[in-house]
């Protein structure tokens, strides 16, 4: 199923592509929560809708453009939870730093992730406990690894929030990147980072895709308490912090 799930993701690529390219109008809007949305947005979460219809019919679907009410999904178990567009303020920016996320949640857990990005054609996927990047026709297998000083990536639209930097601040001897989108965790995942500290609103979509990812390469995601970020359903879909790390 893995290899269908990633033709899917680059399916919803070529969708983003045609706006993010001109071919089709953005049609940029504002949501209830004041985050954006545009017609790529709406048009890969189509793609993926029909996709994941036509090969898992009986799994049901949780998308950032279309969530199911708390009553509908109170009892999931399985589900697909998708971001057809993670990163749509950097699509915005036309930065490049925006991802496809589809993951498969089993009992809380995400068992399956891939994270592709449309505009370098590069993949990240996960399934059974291995990670691997597909990146010009050419895939390796990846894994977190220990570097001094280790590598902090955070996130581009809140490297500034005062909670980072005085976490930061008392990290010791370290080096820092911002980047959009999911990719934060692959960095980790495939050992150019080895830490995202996260204290800003994520939502279960944001994350899942990129921590089963990070997971399967030996990264751990846990919440600053240390427990494992899990993914069963709650009325909310917003994640506490976390952190993607080796130590």
Known sequence: ????????????????????????????????????????????????????????????????????????????D???????????????????????????????????????????????????????????????????RQAHPPLVVVSRSHSSDQELQDYLAQLGEHQTVSIGSSLKFCLVAEGSAQLYPRFGPTSVWDTAAGHAVAQAAGATVTDWQGQTLMYTPKESFLNPGFRVSLF
């Open 78 to 144: 399985r589900f697909w939870l998708v971001d057809p567009l993670d990163g749509t303020k950097e699509f915005l920016k036309r930065n490049g730093e925006f991802t496809v996320n589809i993951a498969l949640i089993e009992a809380g857990m995400p068992v399956l992730g891939v994270v592709y990005v449309p505009v370098t054609g590069v993949m990240y996927a996960a399934a059974e406990g291995k990670a691997w990047k597909e990146e010009n026709g050419q895939r390796v297998d990846i894994n977190a």
């Open 1 to 76: 199923m893995l290899e269908q799930i990633c033709q899917l993701a680059r399916e919803a690529g070529d969708a983003i592509m045609k706006v993010y390219d001109g071919e089709q109008p953005v049609d940029a809007r504002q949501k209830k929560d004041d985050s954006p949305v545009t017609a790529a947005d709406i048009a890969a979460h189509n793609v993926i809708k029909q996709g994941l219809l036509a090969l898992d019919p009986q799994t049901p679907l949780l998308s950032e453009e279309d969530p199911p009410s708390w009553e509908v999904r109170q009892r999931w």
